[in-house]
């Protein structure tokens, strides 16, 4: 399937490997597999993936055609846990320095007065 720039939605996912970005499509997340240089090419290894039973899509960027993969349901509900886990994490990161923050402040007050 050959999609365009504007048929997506590019997003940084938090994955075991890092940070990367993916593509998501029709509520679909897929990562990056190959790139070529025409879409002939893509075309037909997108095509050669489907007759072996793997789904992809191919998409034209500015400089290349890249093959992009989905991610299985269940890793994407296992990503977003993952997600969430570490944003929250974040968030009680942030909250306890503001706390401390405020504290340092409010005793540097009590001190000066």
Not at 7 to 21: K, R, S
Not at 73 to 86: F, P, S, Y
Request: proline content about 4%; aromatic content about 6%.
């Amino acid at each position: 399937m050959l999609i365009s720039l504007t048929d997506y939605e590019l997003v940084d996912i938090i994955t075991p490997l890092g940070i990367e970005q993916a593509i998501d499509y029709l509520g679909q997340l897929f990562l990056p597999a190959e790139t070529y240089k025409n879409s002939d090419d893509a075309i037909n290894a997108c095509r050669a993936d489907l007759e072996s039973g793997l789904f992809s899509i191919v998409v034209q960027e500015p400089n290349q055609v890249r093959i992009w993969c989905p991610i299985p349901r269940q890793m994407q509900t296992e990503l977003l846990d993952l997600n969430i886990a570490k944003l929250i994490k974040e968030i009680d990161r942030e909250i306890s320095v503001r706390e401390a923050n405020e504290a340092i402040a409010a005793d540097s007050y009590h001190l000066a007065a």
